[in-house]
């Protein structure tokens, strides 16, 4: 497959660009003359960037932000300040043509396959919508083609292109979902919670399908999901997210074998793991409590209220996501270490 | 809890040797518009005083229909109770009249489900719906189901219990409202407890708390508890015994160190081979192929057998019956032996 319009192609460099992204969504009050009285902080704060090639996992609770981020990223949303480059050019500047190209470049595949995909269009309607809103991305009479091609290349049968959704099964609609996505031949794809509803064997089948397309076609991923196990198979670095902001990025392995921050260290330590024989074995940490509410974070760190090491000057100051001295890896802890210290 | 006023049931004496709960046999059916589906298809297991039982298995594999015709809560139309026995005690479950299961329903055998939200009235207070239970079941005046809904709520830890008894189900988070429905189905000290999917809907952190909470509360009341679920993960952590579930059989059946060690069965080999783990980097997920059968149309012989990779002639023809391993271990494979040797390396 050939990508639109870029001239040179290498692998590694960036190509998604995220700075300092805000969302703010007001609760007001009042019928006739609505006053803002707060605002749900659902993204505050966040940036990372996304390489060519690569998979970023965004890990969280639910209520953390990663679902508003990946709307944010399809100009689904419109952010209440930040910034975001999609190969050097401002995502949320762009509009008219010029935003039908940058949406081209960039898609999405939902959670819910059984709700994503109109029960009333066929597969072969569902997959090649895309190509009635960008004419150009299929030559005139190819449009069948195309589809079946895609259905090929997600390993369905290209001769169900007439089927309505329900003659398929979950693992196979999210597999329709993937072909949608992948019609208009992007070079990122946001994955927001792609297989969570999926049973175990089946999920096994999307993952290996979707690490199978990105080696074939070089693509890059934004993979928000909540299932730790799940982000550790398939991505190359992991940002960790709580109450709006990226409290840990690293590596697959900076994040899973030294995480520094202690809402990684409980995330990590509260996934449960197959294997019997690991029960009395693992250093269980337990956080007491729910994650407090978007709409009030905590001052300073906002993970404080459920934190063991928490100081004074937790609620004053908000630590930075930088580099800490533990580890070279950006943590936002003002007392992040390598080994957790169990709670007392 | 030793002031309940809750009156034994005839039977309250498990028979020499017999288990607490046993079921013998079950065969549940679907009768629809499309035709019928068969969703239970022979399941027999037990259940002793004291122990945890995980059932797992896919969506349709059958395991929430079971613990629904333990309860006496099938959707009837168009769930039908084809045959089998469903013994407490030594007692029929099944030939009871509907007076005699509902004594058995809540005091005997108590059930919390996995979407707390939906499983709650949402135009009544917590502490209302806890007291209900005893209002009705246990004769308590208003009063004292109020004071003993606060001392439930207490042992399922939701702090502040007094003070949020008179709120209602959505003023509560997720974690706490599975806290409500579990002191709900505490209310009249069941010795049997089943757990449909307690804790899918929740995150991470709150799931192992409510993990802890269940198997704590297990201990303190020696109760037994029936952990259904499809999480290989959560079931390590807690299980004594598994038995695992496929098109309505159940395909293998063991303890849980031998069946994690070393499955013996296909189906959960695949399983075990196809999850991610957290503990375990760069491996390769091997996926088990196909789809799950349609219960209307279970393939012949070994329900498995179009995804399996050990298939044989003789799978298509015959249906395997249970083989014994030892140690109590059964799996309703042809090959068993050979699975199992070939996961033990």
């Known amino acids: ?344 | 809890m030793t002031h309940s006023t809750v009156e034994p049931t005839p039977a309250s004496a498990t028979p020499e040797g017999g288990h607490l709960l046993e079921l013998r046999d079950l065969h549940v059916e679907f009768r629809t518009n499309e035709g019928v589906a068969q969703v239970i298809n022979g399941v027999s297991y037990h259940l002793d005083a004291g122990e945890t039982l995980a059932v797992l298995g896919e969506s349709g594999s059958g395991k929430s229909v079971t613990a629904q015709a333990i309860m006496g809560i099938l959707d009837t139309p168009p769930a039908f109770v084809r045959s089998g026995q469903i013994l407490y005690r030594g007692q029929d479950l099944l030939t009871q009249s509907e007076e005699q299961r509902r004594q058995v329903r809540g005091q005997e055998i108590a059930m919390i489900f996995q979407d707390a939200l939906s499983a709650l009235n949402p135009v009544f207070p917590v502490g209302w719906q806890i007291g209900e239970t005893l209002r009705q079941r246990a004769g308590m005046s208003r009063a004292d189901a109020r004071r003993r809904a606060i001392e439930l709520m207490d042992l399922v830890k939701i702090p502040g219990a007094a003070k949020r008894i008179g709120d209602y189900p959505h003023q509560f988070s997720g974690g706490m409202r599975q806290r409500v429905m579990i002191a709900m189905a505490l209310a009249l000290e069941p010795k049997v407890l089943i757990a449909d999917e307690p804790t899918t809907a929740l995150d991470v952190t709150v799931q192992a708390q409510i993990m802890d909470l269940l198997a704590d509360l297990r201990r303190e009341l020696n109760m037994a508890m029936i952990l259904i679920t499809h999480d290989l993960g959560v079931v390590a952590g807690v299980a004594d015994r598994i038995a695992v579930m496929y098109a309505g059989r159940i395909v293998e059946h063991a303890d849980v160190r031998s069946l994690y060690k070393a499955p013996a069965h296909p189906y959960t080999k695949g399983l075990l081979e196809s999850i991610p783990r957290l503990d375990v980097r760069g491996q390769e997920l091997s996926t088990i192929k196909g789809l799950p059968p349609n219960l209307m149309h279970i393939p012949s012989g070994c329900p498995f057998h179009p995804r399996c990779p050990y298939v044989q002639q003789v799978c298509v023809d015959v249906v395997p019956h249970d083989l014994v391993l030892g140690d109590g271990r059964t799996s309703a494979c042809h090959f068993a032996q050979e699975v199992r040797d070939d996961s033990a390396h």
């Not at chain 1, 679902?67 to 949320?92: I, K, V």
């Not at chain 1, 083609?145 to 895609?150: A, D, H, N």
Request: aromatic share 4%; charged share 25%.
């Open chain 1, 1 to 344: 497959m050939t990508a639109p319009t870029n001239s040179t192609k290498v692998r590694g460099e960036t190509i998604l660009s995220v700075d300092n992204l805000v969302k703010h969504f007001p609760i007001t009050q009042g019928v006739l003359f609505q006053r803002q009285v707060g605002a749900v902080k659902a993204v505050d704060g966040v940036s990372f960037e996304l390489r060519r090639g690569e998979t970023l996992g965004v890990v969280g609770e639910s209520g953390c932000g990663k679902s508003t981020l990946a709307r944010l990223l399809m100009r689904l949303e419109t952010p209440t300040s930040g910034g975001a480059t999609l190969e050097g050019r401002d995502l949320f500047k762009a509009s008219g043509g010029e935003l039908r190209r940058l949406r081209r470049n960039m898609q999405m595949v939902m959670q819910d396959p059984y709700t994503s995909l109109n029960p009333r269009m066929t597969v072969g309607d569902i997959i090649g919508e895309p190509f009635e809103i960008h004419p150009d991305a299929a030559p005139k009479g190819s449009k069948q083609k195309r589809v079946q091609e895609l259905l090929d290349l997600v390993g369905l049968n290209p001769e169900h292109i007439n089927r309505y959704p329900h003659q398929f099964s979950g693992g196979q609609r999210q597999r329709i979902g993937i072909a949608r996505a992948l019609a208009l031949k992007p070079e990122i794809i946001v994955c927001d919670e792609p297989v969570s509803a999926l049973d175990v064997s089946i999920q096994a089948q999307v993952i290996n399908l979707l690490k199978q397309l990105q080696g074939e076609l070089g693509l890059s991923y934004v993979f928000i999901a909540h299932d730790l196990s799940v982000v550790r198979h398939i991505a190359d670095r992991v940002a960790v997210m709580y109450l709006g902001r990226i409290v840990e990025i690293g590596t697959e392995d900076e994040i899973y074998e030294r995480a520094t921050h202690p809402y990684t260290q409980a995330l990590l330590s509260a996934v449960p793991v197959p294997d019997p024989e690991a029960r009395d074995q693992r250093n269980m940490i337990r956080l007491v409590g729910d994650v407090p509410s978007p709409a009030d974070p905590p001052s300073g760190c906002h993970f404080r209220t459920r934190c063991w090491k928490a100081q004074d000057i937790c609620a004053v100051e908000d630590p930075a996501t930088v580099p800490r001295a533990a580890d070279p890896h950006p943590s936002a802890c003002h007392f992040a270490e390598l080994r957790p210290t169990t709670p007392a």
